[in-house]
C-alpha cells in the first residue's frame, strides 16, 4: 500500500506543478504575483490590440515596445504597492476623487437604456420644428391638495370653454393668466407692455416636459384643453411651427419704439436703400438703434433665442436675403441671414441631449422604469402594502403613520430635520434583495431631499407620493451596491481608476511636488549637475545663455517734441557724468514742446538684457557697444549699449524649469530603485520571452 501512495502522491504533486505552470509568474512585488496572462491582457490593452488577434512574426520593434511596457507596468505596480503602505487609499481627497468617477461611470447602468433611446429619439423629432405658442396659466402648485387642484382645473377649463367659444386667445391671457409677462408692468418708473400670452418660438427642452409635449401634438392653430405641470394648468395655442434651421448668423435694422411715428418711415427708407443695392452693414449704422457699430451682426444665435417674428421672417429667407419691414412692439425691423444650420444628425445632438436631460423632467421615466425592473429583479416587497391577520381583522404590516406624526410645515420650506429618537415605530417599510428599510431611514432620505412648496399640513399626501420616490431610489441604490459584482469591466475601470488616482498621488508627494518645493535639495542637484554641462554640447543649449547685451532703450513718441540730435546729446551729458537713465528721462521730458495730446507718453525708458537670436532691437552690425538711433513711423527710439556679455552658465533661478524636471526623473529613477529594493521586485525576464502577440 505504501509503495502504491509514493508513485500517486509523486503523480498528484508533478499534476499540480504542472497546472501551475501554466499560468507563470511574470513579475513578482512583495512576494505577490502578476501572472503572465494578467500582464498580457494590461499591455494589449496599452497598444489597443484584441486579446484574442492572432500573434504576428516578432520584430525589434515589437519586442522593444513589449520590454518598454514591463518596465513601466513593474515600475507602476512598485508605486501602487507602496502607496497601498502608505493607505493613500484612505485619504479624503481620494476618495472624494474615487466616488464621483464611479457616480459618472454608474449613471449608463442604473437607467433604462430603451426608455432612453425613445426619448432621445422622440426629441430629435421634435428638433425638426420650432413652435409659436401662447398659453394662458392657471397657477397650483404640484402637491397641492386635491380640493385647490380641482379648483384650479375648473378655472383652467372656464378659459379654455372661452377660447373655444371664440373669445381672443390674447385677452383672455391678460385676464385669466397667472404668468406675470402676459399683463405687462405699468407704474411711475417701469412701464413694460404684456406679451399676452405670447411665448415666442421654442424647441424641445426649451419648455417642461408636458408642456412640450402637449403643444408638439397641436396643430397650427388648435387650442388645447388645460395640461397640468409643475406650475399649474396651462391652455396652450398653436400659433406656428417652422421648420427648423439651427444655429444662425443673422444681421438686423431696428428702429426703436421710441422713436414714435418716424419709426415705420425709417424703416421705409433703410429698406429702399436696402433695394438700391446698399451694403446692409452701412444702412444698419445709419439707421439702427441696436448693433449699428457691428452693422447689425448677430453671429451664433440660436432660433429660441430670437424674437418670434424675427423667427418667422427668417424661415422664409435663403442666405443672402433680407425681409421687408414689420413692426413688432419693440419697434420695427428688418432682418437679413448670413447663414443657417440644418438640423444636426441624432448622434451629433446626443451630448447635448445627455446634458440638456439632467435638468429636465423627462429623465424620470427611464430611472422609473430601471427601477420597476430592479425591483423585480432583486424582489422588493412593501409592507405598507402587505396585510397580516389579526384575528378577524387584516391589518398591514407597517404605516407611514409614524413617519406622518413627525412632520410639520418646516418640510415645505426645506427646512426640517429629522430628530433622532423621535420615532418608536422600527418595523420595516420595505425590503429591495436581503436589505430592509424603516421609518428612520424613510425620514433621513427626506431630510436629505426636501423640497420648496407652497403647501400647509396636509403630510399624509406629500408623504405618500414622497414614499414611491424613496422605494425608487433604494431599490437604484441596492443596484447600484451590485455594480461591481454583476459587471466586471465596471470593476476594472473602477480598480483602474483608483490605482492610477493612488499612483498619481504617490508620485505627487515623492516626485513632482517634491521637486518644486525642495529648494535645498534643488540647489544641491543644481550644484552637482551643473558642472557636467558644457556650451559644445548642442543638448546643453537650453542650461546656458548666449551672447547677450545690456541696453537701454529710449522711446520719444514724436520727433516733433524732441529732435533726435537734442535727446542724444542729453543722453551724451548724463552718461558722462555717470547719471542713471532716470535722470535722463526726467531730463528729456523737460526739453520736449508741449504736446497737444495729453494721452500720449512723450519719453518712455526700458532698460534691457537682451540674448542675441532672440531679440529684434538690435541689428546683426549693431552687436557691440554703441549708441544707435532707431527712425519709427511718428517718433523713434534711441538704444544705447553698454555691455556685451558673453555666453554663460545659467543661475538654477534662470534655469529652474528645466532643471525642476530634471530633478524630477532624478527623483524619480531614485524611488524606483529603492521601491525595487523594499519590495523584493522580480522580473522573470525567461516568461517574459514567452510572451507572443
Known amino acids: 500500500m505504501k509503495r502504491l501512495l509514493i508513485p500517486l502522491l509523486a503523480m498528484v504533486l508533478l499534476g499540480a506543478s504542472g497546472m501551475a505552470q501554466t499560468d507563470p509568474t511574470v513579475i513578482e512585488i512583495n512576494g505577490k504575483a502578476i501572472t503572465k496572462s494578467e500582464f498580457k491582457k494590461e499591455f494589449l490593452k496599452s497598444i489597443g490590440q484584441h486579446p484574442e488577434a492572432t500573434p504576428t512574426a516578432c520584430t525589434y520593434e515589437k519586442r522593444k515596445a513589449l520590454e518598454d511596457y514591463v518596465t513601466l507596468y513593474t515600475n507602476f505596480q512598485a508605486k501602487l504597492e507602496d502607496a497601498f503602505a502608505m493607505k493613500i487609499d484612505t485619504l479624503r481627497p481620494i476618495k472624494k476623487e ?15 437604456s430603451v426608455s432612453l433611446n425613445r426619448i432621445y429619439e422622440e426629441a430629435y423629432e421634435r428638433n425638426k420644428y420650432a413652435l409659436h405658442a401662447a398659453h394662458v396659466l392657471i397657477r397650483v402648485d404640484r402637491n397641492a391638495v386635491p380640493a385647490d ?27 385669466y393668466s397667472d404668468d406675470p409677462s402676459a399683463k405687462g408692468v405699468l407704474g411711475e418708473s417701469i412701464e413694460r407692455k404684456g406679451n399676452g400670452g405670447d411665448l415666442g418660438c421654442f424647441t424641445v427642452f426649451s419648455m417642461v416636459y408636458p408642456f412640450e409635449s402637449a403643444a408638439y401634438a397641436l396643430k397650427v392653430g388648435e387650442i388645447s384643453k388645460p395640461v397640468r405641470t409643475d406650475f399649474g394648468y396651462h391652455i396652450i395655442k398653436l400659433i406656428d411651427k417652422i421648420d427648423y434651421f439651427g444655429r444662425s448668423t443673422i444681421q438686423h435694422i431696428w428702429i426703436n419704439a421710441n422713436k414714435g411715428v418716424v419709426a415705420e418711415s425709417m424703416a421705409c427708407n433703410a429698406y429702399a436703400e436696402l433695394l438700391e443695392g446698399n451694403e446692409f452693414a452701412k444702412v444698419a449704422r ?14 451664433d444665435i440660436e432660433m429660441h433665442q430670437m424674437p418670434a417674428e424675427y423667427v418667422l421672417h427668417l424661415s ?25 444650420e440644418q438640423i444636426p444628425t441624432l448622434e451629433d445632438l446626443l451630448p447635448s441631449y445627455r446634458q440638456r436631460l439632467t435638468r429636465d423632467t423627462r429623465n424620470k421615466a427611464p430611472k422609473e422604469a430601471f427601477a420597476a425592473q430592479c425591483k423585480e429583479k432583486y424582489g422588493f416587497t412593501d409592507y405598507t402594502q ?28 426645506k427646512k426640517w430635520h429629522y430628530r433622532e429618537g423621535s420615532v418608536s415605530d422600527m418595523r420595516p417599510l420595505c425590503k429591495i434583495g436581503e436589505k430592509e428599510y424603516n421609518t428612520v431611514d424613510f425620514l433621513k432620505w ?32 441596492y443596484c447600484d451596491s451590485r455594480l461591481e459584482l454583476e459587471h466586471p469591466e465596471f470593476a476594472e475601470l473602477i480598480r483602474d481608476y483608483k490605482h492610477g488616482l493612488m499612483s498619481f498621488s504617490d508620485n505627487d508627494k515623492m516626485v513632482w511636488s517634491k521637486a518644486i518645493k525642495d529648494t535645498v535639495g534643488l540647489k544641491e542637484f543644481y550644484d552637482r549637475e551643473s558642472k557636467k554641462r558644457s556650451l559644445d554640447n548642442p543638448e546643453d543649449d537650453p542650461y546656458f545663455w548666449g551672447s547677450r547685451a545690456h541696453m537701454i532703450e529710449v522711446r520719444v513718441a514724436d520727433s ?40 500720449v507718453v512723450p519719453v518712455a525708458v526700458v532698460t534691457r538684457l537682451m540674448e542675441e537670436g532672440s531679440q529684434k532691437v538690435l541689428s546683426a552690425n549693431e552687436w557691440k557697444v554703441g549708441t544707435y538711433v532707431h527712425p519709427e513711423t511718428k517718433g523713434y527710439s534711441i538704444v544705447v549699449v553698454d555691455e556685451i556679455l558673453d555666453p554663460m552658465l545659467k543661475s538654477v ?11 524630477q526623473n532624478y527623483l524619480d529613477q531614485e524611488l524606483i530603485k529603492n521601491l525595487r529594493e523594499k519590495y523584493n521586485v522580480k522580473v522573470y525576464q525567461n516568461v517574459v520571452d514567452e510572451i507572443t502577440y
Open 653 to 663: 533661478k534662470e534655469a529652474r524649469g528645466y532643471y525642476i524636471n530634471d530633478y
Open 560 to 599: 516733433a517734441l524732441l529732435a533726435p540730435k537734442k535727446a542724444m546729446k542729453i543722453i551724451e551729458k548724463y552718461r558722462a557724468k555717470g547719471i542713471d537713465q532716470n535722470e535722463w528721462k526726467t531730463a528729456m521730458i523737460k526739453a520736449c514742446k508741449d504736446s497737444k495730446d495729453t494721452n
Open 316 to 340: 422664409k429667407l435663403q442666405p443672402g436675403e433680407f425681409s421687408e419691414p414689420f413692426k413688432t412692439q419693440l419697434g420695427w425691423h428688418i432682418v437679413r441671414l448670413v447663414k443657417k
Open 286 to 299: 445709419a439707421y439702427s438703434s441696436d448693433g449699428a457699430e457691428s452693422g447689425g451682426f448677430i453671429p
Open 386 to 413: 402587505q396585510y397580516v391577520k389579526k384575528g378577524k381583522k387584516k391589518e398591514v404590516m407597517a404605516t407611514l403613520d409614524a413617519a406622518i406624526a413627525t412632520m410639520n410645515d418646516s418640510v415645505y420650506r
Open 149 to 175: 387642484t380641482l379648483e384650479a382645473y375648473n378655472k383652467a377649463m372656464e378659459v379654455y370653454n372661452k377660447a373655444m367659444a371664440g373669445e381672443d386667445f390674447t385677452a383672455l391671457a391678460v385676464q
Open 446 to 477: 427626506i431630510e436629505a431631499n426636501q423640497e420648496m412648496i407652497r403647501l400647509k399640513g396636509d403630510y399624509t399626501v406629500y408623504l405618500n407620493k414622497r414614499y414611491k420616490e424613496f422605494t425608487n431610489d433604494m431599490a437604484l441604490a
Open 98 to 112: 474615487l466616488l464621483g468617477y464611479r457616480s459618472e461611470l454608474a449613471a449608463p447602468y442604473l437607467i433604462d
